[in-house]
């Protein structure tokens, strides 16, 4: 199967509503970034995790490295929220393999 | 934070044509990388390199040769352009000497490249 797979392909929130997106992994990952892109297409790191759980204002995020999984928690959505959320994991094998991305559209 | 500069940042070229993208970083990082962005494959990774003189093949590579001449720059050709490598490409660089704890990758902003 595909080395990391996204889900969902595309969500819609509306404003102040809260919802997460997961990744899973076919191999052993050493890390685990998440981004968010803008509609400049431009890609904004939003957590990078080696273990654990990071959170910062409205999203939290969560990597289980032996469970082979990471997930992106978004809270009290945004309309500014709106773009595509990839998820990247980092091998042993030093390339660092992306998801395919989440579409979220946050509706007013 | 870490800086990565790519240019051109948006290139139209015609099929058959010679193609050239750079990126520079100037974080001492070891590893670079080049993918592309296309609608429902996300980013995948071209080529990537671990220091000046070293190539390493990623999991599209066909049409594309790179080169990492110094630490800092990495260039992508496309000597024989074809339009099916209309794509959004994207430069990465990472600090590898903590990798038994991971890394975390910085991307430059993309060049957006056309074949006509």
């Known amino acids: 199967g595909m080395p990391v797979e996204q889900n969902p392909p595309a969500l819609s929130l509306y404003e102040g509503a809260e919802s997460g997106l997961r990744c899973n992994f076919s191999?052993?990952?050493?890390?685990v970034q998440w981004f968010q892109q803008n509609h400049r297409g431009r890609l904004i790191t939003l957590f990078y995790l080696a273990q654990g759980t990071k959170e910062n204002g409205r999203l939290k995020s969560t990597f289980n490295s032996k469970e082979r999984y990471s997930t992106l928690h978004i809270k009290d959505a945004q309309l500014e929220d709106s773009g595509t959320y990839f998820c990247a994991g980092d091998t042993n094998a030093y390339k660092v393999i992306f998801g395919k991305g989440t579409h979220l559209h946050v509706l007013p | 934070e870490a800086a990565v500069t790519q240019s051109p940042r948006n290139k139209v070229t015609v099929t058959g044509g010679n193609v050239t993208l750079s990126c520079r970083q100037t974080n001492s990082h070891n590893y670079m990388y080049w993918y592309r962005q296309d609608t429902g494959h996300g980013l995948r990774l071209i080529h990537y390199?671990?220091?000046?003189?070293?190539?390493q093949i990623g999991d599209v590579p066909d049409g594309y040769k790179a080169t990492r001449t110094t630490q800092e720059d990495f260039f992508l050709l496309l000597e024989l352009a074809s339009p099916s490598q209309t794509s959004l490409y994207f430069c990465a660089s990472s600090d590898a000497f903590r990798r038994e704890r991971g890394t975390e990758v910085f991307f430059g902003k993309g060049t957006r490249l056309t074949v006509v």
């Open positions: 191999t052993t990952m050493k890390g």
């Open positions: 390199s671990y220091g000046a003189g070293n190539l």
